[in-house]
């Protein structure tokens, strides 16, 4: 499978066009990758533009309560702490992201502490080493929740699901990545095996998005394919 994050309707020269004008890697997301890459994590972090995509959406959201599942060394997080920024003065904003990984967890606090020294940001975050599907539960007493970010193992992407759309205030939005399963989420029927099992449960995911009758629902198409649903109805 092609698992490039390349960004512009698979077309370099749009990917690099708008990356050159956007910039949107900056010194402090630099530090987060030198970091991640000198403690041997994979480099699977959510594309350069997508990491903006998902700054913007939080700013015109507004949430003030995020989940993310599938922390890594924190590079998305910062993007919501960031976005969260667009929050009024007086209201405070919270990040609860969770990884499996110990080593990736501990990366991510390293990057996030040092992120929150330099840039100030007033959200707060908090990060739960553990399968995530194992500590959900832990904060359900602060619920609803306003975003809810699916980035981890694809096989639970349905089971992460069905904890978010639960969890979820109306009007907050349910948002998943990798949605296109690299280009072959049409292609399950000819899948066998892990492949199968993952491109299979990517389709299950939007599947289930594209059917809730409590969910308007869309994949924006970026290189990965970006599911993003709104719940409209309690
Ligand atoms: C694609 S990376 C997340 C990237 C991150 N959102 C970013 O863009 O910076 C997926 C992460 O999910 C973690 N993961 C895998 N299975 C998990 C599980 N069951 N519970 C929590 N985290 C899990 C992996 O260890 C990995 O760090």
New binding site residues.
């Given amino acids: 499978m092609n698992r490039q994050k390349a960004f512009g309707q698979g077309n370099p020269e749009l990917a690099a066009y708008t990356e050159n004008l956007f910039q949107p890697v900056d010194a402090l997301l630099a530090q ?1 990758q030198e970091r991640a890459r000198a403690a041997g ?2 480099e ?3 594309g350069p533009m ?2 903006r995509h ?1 700054e913007i959406l939080t700013r015109l959201l507004k949430p003030k309560r995020i989940v ?12 919501f702490l960031r976005g969260m920024e667009s929050l009024e003065s007086g209201e405070s904003g919270a990040l609860y ?5 110990e080593l ?1 967890a501990k990366i ?1 606090r390293t990057n996030l502490e040092h992120a929150r020294d330099v840039e100030n940001f007033r959200a707060s975050f908090e990060i ?1 080493s ?6 959900l539960t832990k904060i359900e007493a602060h619920g609803p929740f306003d975003l809810v ?1 699916i ?3 694809k096989p ?1 992407y349905p089971n992460y699901f069905d904890w978010a759309v639960k969890n979820l205030r109306v009007g907050g939005a349910i948002v998943g ?2 949605t296109f399963a690299w280009g072959e989420v049409h292609l399950v029927e000819s899948k066998s095996g892990n492949d199968r099992l993952m491109v299979g449960s990517l389709h299950e995911f939007n599947r289930r998005v594209s059917a809730h009758p409590k969910l308007r629902g869309t994949i924006l198409p970026t290189a990965e394919g970006l599911t993003v649903a709104v719940k409209i109805r309690d």
């Fill in positions: 987060f994590l994979p699977i972090q959510v997508d990491g998902l993310e599942i599938g922390t890594l060394a924190g590079v998305s997080g910062l993007c992201t969770f990884e499996k990984n990736h991510a739960f553990g399968p995530a599907l194992e500590n970010f980035d981890a193992d639970n990545d990798n």
